[in-house]
């Protein structure tokens, strides 16, 4: 029995790129952009949710770290 390529990709999302891999760059006094990335309680959200690399997941915690610890972006809401 052939299966139809609908049937066969169901449920199969397309793969995330990483906005940083494409040459959009993250800092620590860009709040707004830091904003996407933490959800509404203040926690960092996971790179499966975000799409991004691994290297760059790594640098935006980072960077979301030193916004919170100068006082640009909370802890918590």
Not at 14 to 27: A, F, H, L, Q, W
């Amino acid at each position: 029995m052939a299966m139809s390529k609908d049937f066969k990709d169901y449920g199969r999302r397309k793969k995330k790129v990483c906005i940083m891999c494409t040459g959009k760059d993250v800092n620590y006094k860009d709040v707004d952009t830091l904003r996407k990335y933490i959800n509404d309680r203040g926690k960092i959200v996971p790179r499966r949710v975000t799409g991004t690399c691994a290297r760059h997941q790594r640098h935006i915690a980072r960077e979301i770290k030193r916004a919170r610890a100068i006082g640009l972006l909370p802890y918590t809401k």
